[in-house]
């Protein structure tokens, strides 16, 4: 006879996390704190603004400097922060490195394109401050290894963006799967879909005068400006961006490996292309990475960036499948079936709590902030460590390099490199421009 999960079995392998709620809920910030953290906010022309505005109302923060090299910018999220709270105004300045100089500043938030989020993590971390990085938290793996070992260097806390891992929700069904609520765990499927429109085909162009663009440029080798990459379509170029599997599946791929309870992959096979438009963008709008682990366990990502066409209802999500039933989860809640493809559980997030909108905050990004302004002053549980966050975005790097060599990558199961392919190694890290190099 068939064993199957059932309401009773879940509600016991539940309990131990539901139990957990009222300790989780101190990380969201609800205990005073004990002293004043100060921050830095760099890179905020977008998903930068929205963390200034989260950070600024957390209990026990202020935002003291608000970093971009658009001038524009700056005063927008100025004005954001000023709108959200009251009692201060945050200084503006151009050049990040202002901002590490002063002992003043506790924690740097990095919200700037993909290229500068590992370099400006380790120079903070030298400089003695705690980091929240936005996913991902590196541009290729040597960074990734880089900025895990800073973290360990300089003993400060690094919180990667990966807000889900905030949600009550997701923390709870993690443990229900990771105690055996569909039996053995052994697959999960990740996906994002969106309708994305062409960049079109950009063509040189004096750089504006609002936007220092060598500092925008920073660690990567100078080319020259065009008028098709600045502000969000440096995401499509891999002289300064990862693609979507890194801006979006990120998310996904750390819940199905978090459910899974593994690390390093065996081997990573990926296909797909650039399909719906003929324009600039260099990365793929179409993409299915397979990532094999040892012990049996499979995670596949499904990236449609041109093609909005839902997975089980839903626009991005995962799903988890087991022995004795399937769970399907996303930022709104989760629900659970059996074998015989029965619901038997689902829990749903608070109308509103769920968003993580890049121009939205709230909710999860609030918790994620609050829980890591927790550990700074009281230590505790972490809810994205960067040698976590960099797992996760390890395996979104491994996807990149396999579609863009064209074969199947053997990995080195204790630390993810590539064992197989001279030519895969090689972008493993990159050449930075003179004077920008990274070292820890």
Same mark, same amino acid.
């Given at each position: 006879?068939?064993?199957?999960?059932? $309401?009773?079995?879940?509600?016991?392998?539940?309990?131990?996390?539901?139990a957990g709620f009222a300790v989780l809920g101190a990380a969201r910030g609800m205990a005073a704190p004990s002293n004043k953290i100060v921050a830095a906010v760099m890179g905020v022309n977008s998903r930068g603004g929205v963390l200034a505005q989260s950070f600024a109302k957390a209990e026990g923060c202020d935002v003291a400097y608000i970093c971009d090299v658009d001038q524009r910018a700056i005063g927008?999220?100025?004005?954001?922060?000023?709108? %959200?709270?009251?009692?201060?105004?945050?200084?503006?300045?151009?050049?990040?490195?202002?901002?590490?100089?002063?002992?003043?500043?506790?924690?740097?938030?990095?919200?700037?394109?993909?290229?500068?989020?590992?370099?400006?993590?380790?120079?903070?971390? =030298?400089?003695?401050?705690?980091?929240?990085?936005?996913?991902?938290?590196?541009?290729?793996?040597?960074?990734?290894?880089?900025?895990?070992?800073?973290?360990?260097?300089?003993?400060?806390?690094? =919180?990667?963006?990966?807000?889900?891992?905030?949600?009550?929700?997701?923390?709870?069904?993690?443990?229900?799967?990771?105690?055996?609520?569909?039996? $053995?765990?052994?697959?999960?499927?990740?996906?994002?879909?969106?309708?994305?429109?062409?960049?079109?085909?950009?063509?040189?162009?004096?750089?504006?005068?609002?936007?220092?663009?060598?500092?925008?440029?920073?660690?990567?080798?100078?080319?020259?400006?065009?008028?098709?990459?600045?502000?969000?379509?440096?995401?499509?170029?891999? *002289?300064?961006?990862?693609?979507?599997?890194?801006?979006?599946?990120? *998310?996904?791929?750390?819940?199905?490996?978090?459910?899974?309870?593994?690390?390093?992959?065996? $081997?990573?096979?990926?296909?797909?292309?650039?399909?719906?438009?003929?324009?600039?963008?260099?990365?793929?709008?179409? =993409?299915?990475?397979?990532?094999?682990?040892?012990?049996?366990?499979?995670?596949?990502?499904?990236?449609?960036?041109?093609?909005?066409?839902?997975?089980?209802?839903?626009?991005?999500?995962?799903?988890?499948?087991?022995?004795?039933?399937?769970?399907?989860?996303?930022?709104?809640?989760?629900?659970?079936?059996?074998?015989?493809? $029965?619901?038997?559980?689902?829990? %749903?997030?608070?109308?509103?709590?769920?968003?993580?909108?890049?121009?939205?905050?709230?909710?999860?990004?609030?918790?994620?902030?609050?829980?890591?302004?927790?550990?700074?002053?009281?230590?505790?549980? =972490?809810?994205?460590?960067?040698?976590?966050?960099?797992?996760? %975005?390890?395996?979104?790097?491994?996807?990149?390099?396999?579609?863009? %060599?064209?074969?199947?990558?053997?990995?080195?199961?204790?630390?993810?490199?590539?064992?197989?392919?001279?030519?895969?190694?090689?972008?493993?890290?990159?050449?930075?421009?003179?004077?920008?190099?990274?070292?820890?």
């Amino acid at each position: 006879m068939r064993t199957s999960v059932n $309401r009773r079995h879940f509600l016991k392998h539940a309990s131990a996390a539901t139990a957990g709620f009222a300790v989780l809920g101190a990380a969201r910030g609800m205990a005073a704190p004990s002293n004043k953290i100060v921050a830095a906010v760099m890179g905020v022309n977008s998903r930068g603004g929205v963390l200034a505005q989260s950070f600024a109302k957390a209990e026990g923060c202020d935002v003291a400097y608000i970093c971009d090299v658009d001038q524009r910018a700056i005063g927008r999220a100025i004005k954001g922060v000023t709108d %959200t709270v009251t009692t201060s105004s945050p200084q503006g300045v151009v050049d990040v490195r202002e901002v590490l100089d002063n002992p003043d500043i506790d924690v740097l938030v990095i919200a700037a394109p993909d290229h500068w989020h590992a370099p400006a993590a380790i120079m903070a971390l =030298q400089a003695g401050k705690h980091v929240y990085v936005e996913k991902p938290c590196s541009y290729n793996p040597h960074e990734g290894e880089m900025l895990v070992e800073a973290q360990k260097r300089y003993n400060r806390v690094v =919180q990667m963006g990966n807000q889900q891992r905030a949600a009550l929700e997701s923390q709870q069904i993690i443990d229900a799967i990771r105690e055996g609520i569909i039996g $053995r765990a052994y697959y999960g499927r990740a996906w994002y879909a969106n309708t994305r429109g062409s960049i079109g085909t950009g063509k040189p162009a004096p750089a504006p005068d609002w936007l220092n663009y060598d500092l925008w440029q920073g660690p990567a080798p100078r080319v020259p400006y065009r008028d098709n990459v600045i502000h969000y379509n440096w995401h499509w170029f891999w *002289h300064w961006g990862t693609g979507e599997i890194c801006n979006n599946g990120a *998310h996904e791929i750390d819940i199905c490996r978090w459910a899974l309870g593994v690390d390093y992959p065996v $081997r990573v096979t990926s296909a797909g292309g650039r399909y719906h438009f003929k324009d600039d963008w260099e990365f793929y709008d179409t =993409q299915v990475v397979s990532f094999d682990f040892e012990g049996g366990k499979t995670i596949t990502w499904d990236g449609r960036s041109c093609n909005g066409y839902p997975v089980e209802g839903r626009g991005r999500g995962a799903s988890v499948h087991g022995e004795y039933g399937t769970v399907i989860l996303d930022r709104g809640g989760y629900v659970v079936y059996d074998q015989d493809n $029965r619901e038997v559980w689902r829990r %749903t997030r608070t109308a509103g709590e769920a968003t993580l909108d890049i121009r939205g905050g709230g909710g999860l990004t609030d918790y994620h902030i609050a829980n890591m302004l927790s550990v700074i002053r009281n230590g505790g549980t =972490q809810f994205s460590p960067i040698d976590e966050g960099h797992k996760s %975005t390890l395996l979104c790097h491994l996807g990149n390099i396999a579609q863009h %060599t064209g074969h199947s990558l053997r990995c080195d199961p204790s630390n993810g490199h590539i064992v197989n392919s001279e030519e895969a190694m090689r972008m493993w890290s990159r050449e930075y421009a003179p004077g920008w190099e990274v070292k820890v």
